[in-house]
C-alpha cells in the first residue's frame, strides 16, 4: 500500500486537541443549488467558530459545473445537462448519478494556510484510495485530477479518474474531490472535462472492478484519515 505521508512529505492533520472531522453521507440525489447553500452556511459557521470541520459524501443529479477559469468552447453540448456557475477553481465538470463527490469543509487555521499542500493532500487522499482498489492514480504536472494509465487501451494512454476543485473563503476551505466509481462516462462528452483535451476518462468499474459506491466510502475514509487525521460519523 503506498504510504501517503510518503507521498506527501507530512500529514495536513490538524494540531493536537482538534476534534474529528465530521464524515457525513447523504442517500439519494442531492439537488446541486442546495449542496452549494448548505456548503456555504457551514463555511460561515467554521469560520465563525461555531461548527467543526466536516466531509460531506453525496451524488448529484447529471449536471455540469463551471469553474472560475472555464473556457466557453469547452462546453460542447450546452443544453444537454444542466449548467452551474460556481465559484471554485478549474474548468468545467461533470457530476452525476454513480459519481463518489466529496465536499471539503476544512479549517486551514488548524492546520496549514497553504493553498499548495493542501491541495497535494487532497490528491495524496485520491491517490491512497485507489491504491485500495490496486489501482496506482498519478500525478500530473501539466494536467489536473488523478489520472490512471491504460496499457490496454495503447501505448501512452492515461484517462482521468478523479477531479477536485476547491474554493477558500476566510481560510475554510469547500468543494473539493469527485472520484469515478460507475457514472454513465457518456456523460462527460458534453464538455471537455477539466479542458484537457486528448485524453479520456474511466471509473473503477470500467477499470473492470466491481466496486460499489459503499466500497468506495469505505476506501475514502481511510485514506482520508492517514491524510488529515481522525473523522466521526455523524447523520446528514
Avoid at 494512454?157 to 473539493?176: M, Y
Amino acid at each position: 500500500m503506498v504510504k501517503i505521508r510518503d507521498e506527501l512529505g507530512s500529514s495536513f492533520a490538524a494540531v493536537p486537541g482538534s476534534p474529528p472531522v465530521e464524515w457525513v453521507r447523504s442517500e439519494g440525489l442531492v439537488d446541486y443549488a442546495e449542496a452549494v447553500a448548505e456548503m456555504e452556511r457551514r463555511v460561515a459557521a467554521i469560520a465563525a467558530g461555531e461548527a467543526g470541520e466536516r466531509v460531506w459524501l453525496l451524488e448529484h443529479p447529471p449536471l455540469y459545473t463551471a469553474g472560475t477559469s472555464a473556457r466557453p468552447d469547452d462546453l460542447v453540448e450546452p443544453a444537454r445537462f444542466p449548467v452551474f456557475a460556481t465559484g471554485r477553481g478549474g474548468q468545467y465538470t461533470y457530476h452525476g448519478p454513480g459519481q463518489r463527490v466529496a465536499y471539503v469543509m476544512l479549517d486551514l487555521r488548524r492546520r496549514r494556510v497553504d493553498l499548495r499542500a493542501f491541495v497535494a493532500a487532497l490528491e495524496a487522499w485520491l491517490i491512497g484510495t485507489l491504491d485500495r482498489f490496486n489501482i496506482r492514480g498519478e500525478r500530473r504536472e501539466d494536467r489536473v485530477g488523478v489520472w490512471v494509465r491504460r496499457p490496454d487501451q495503447g501505448e501512452g494512454v492515461e484517462d482521468k479518474i478523479a477531479a477536485l476543485g476547491i474554493r477558500v473563503r476566510h481560510s475554510v476551505t469547500f468543494h473539493g474531490i469527485s472520484l469515478n466509481v460507475e457514472p454513465d462516462l457518456a456523460h462527460f462528452g458534453g464538455i471537455v472535462p477539466c479542458g484537457v483535451r486528448g485524453h479520456g476518462v474511466t471509473s473503477l468499474v470500467d477499470l473492470g472492478l466491481p466496486v460499489t459506491l459503499d466500497d468506495a466510502d469505505i476506501a475514502l475514509r481511510a485514506a482520508f484519515e492517514e491524510v488529515f487525521g481522525p473523522t466521526l460519523a455523524t447523520a446528514s
